[in-house]
């Protein structure tokens, strides 16, 4: 088969690699119908991240079953499948409390910008989808592998409630998602920060009622200015800089919650400011796994179109653009189809 290699930064090739094969009882190998480029994915490009030997890429797949290991009763061949960026057993006590990202049988997805992936604990990892969804539906399907599941995450650890209050800090992809979730779980004003134009529109169109242009002081100003002094009872932070992350925390009410799920690059946080701010933090890599179920409903149903995200779609192929465009944010998201 042919798969995504990184060899230095920005050095994307796509290159032929041995046929992934089942190696435990508990694995399956999927046939990859759609995958992407996730902004995290860039910290490696541009060499923030080392890059080391030649490796694999991606974490985002929708595919379908082609095999599965005798271990595997939950999925079988020819079902159309999602699994998270994060593979999970789904019975240890982290995955049934919810935390599959913290399973005790973990491991990282990092091989799927390919034409096959074999897949670990495919039993707890892999969701069916049901019926013969449109091909239309697919780009919001392979949303919820990680950019959606993760907006989602981050409204719901920070306890998005109907009638409440939300800013999202960011405006990539999860960020975008992040004020869909928000509408979604029944927030009343939902305030994006955004400076882009091709992005704010796109947080209007997913339900945001305001938009922010500043950041730092000024920003977390403007949200103040917009709650009549008292701050977002909800911040969504998805970017993970010691700036945004401030942002989040002194953006938020007393007695408020910030859900981070933006990769801390630099992030130190003073105890007594917490101490004194009564704000909730909750992160961490999102348990999509947890949410699949329920997201693919509201795929199916039509509620919620996420896929809007992916704005440029290339051939597997021509991954080494993908990277290009994103990189230089000629696009937001690029979706990649064998
Ligand atoms: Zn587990």
């Not at 009763?73 to 599959?100: E, K, M, W």
């Not at 465009?325 to 998201?333: N, Q």
Request: glycine share 12%; aromatic share 4%.
């Amino acid at each position: 088969m042919r798969a995504t290699m990184i060899h230095a930064p920005g050095d994307i090739r796509f290159e032929q690699r041995p046929d992934p094969r089942i190696t435990e009882p508990a694995d399956a190998i999927v046939r990859t119908v759609a995958t992407c480029v996730c902004g995290s994915d860039l910290w490696s490009y541009r060499g923030i991240n080392p890059v080391g030997d030649p490796h694999p890429m991606g974490h985002e797949y929708v595919g379908v079953v082609e095999e599965a290991g005798r271990d595997v009763d939950t999925v079988r061949p020819g079902q159309l499948v999602i699994g998270s960026f994060i593979a999970s057993d789904n019975t240890c006590p982290h995955c049934r409390y919810g935390f599959q990202t913290a399973c005790m049988r973990r491991e990282a997805m990092t091989t799927c910008q390919a034409e096959y992936i074999r897949i670990p604990q495919a039993g707890g990892t892999l969701v069916a989808v049901p019926g013969d969804p449109d091909p239309a539906l697919l780009p919001s399907l392979l949303t919820l592998s990680d950019v959606m599941g993760t907006g989602w995450y981050a409204a719901v650890a920070a306890q998005v409630k109907p009638g409440g209050t939300v800013a999202v800090v960011g405006d990539g992809a999860v960020g975008l998602c992040g004020v869909l979730a928000a509408k979604e779980l029944g927030a009343d004003r939902i305030i994006a920060m955004s400076r882009h134009h091709d992005r704010q529109k796109l947080a209007l169109d997913f339900g945001a009622t305001d938009l922010v242009t500043e950041r730092g002081d000024e920003g977390v100003a403007r949200i103040m200015d917009l709650t009549h002094g008292v701050g977002a009872d909800s911040v969504l932070e998805c970017v993970g800089t010691a700036e945004s992350s401030a942002q989040a925390r002194r953006a938020t009410r007393p007695g408020g919650s910030v859900g981070f799920v933006g990769l801390p690059h630099g992030v130190e946080i003073d105890g007594g400011d917490l101490f004194g701010s009564m704000v909730g933090l909750r992160g961490g890599p999102a348990p999509v796994r947890r949410f699949l179920p329920d997201l693919i409903d509201r795929v199916l149903s039509g509620r919620m179109a996420p896929g809007k995200v992916f704005d440029l779609t290339l051939p597997l192929s021509e991954v080494a653009e993908a990277y290009r465009a994103m990189d230089e944010r000629r696009a937001i998201k690029v979706l990649l189809q064998p």
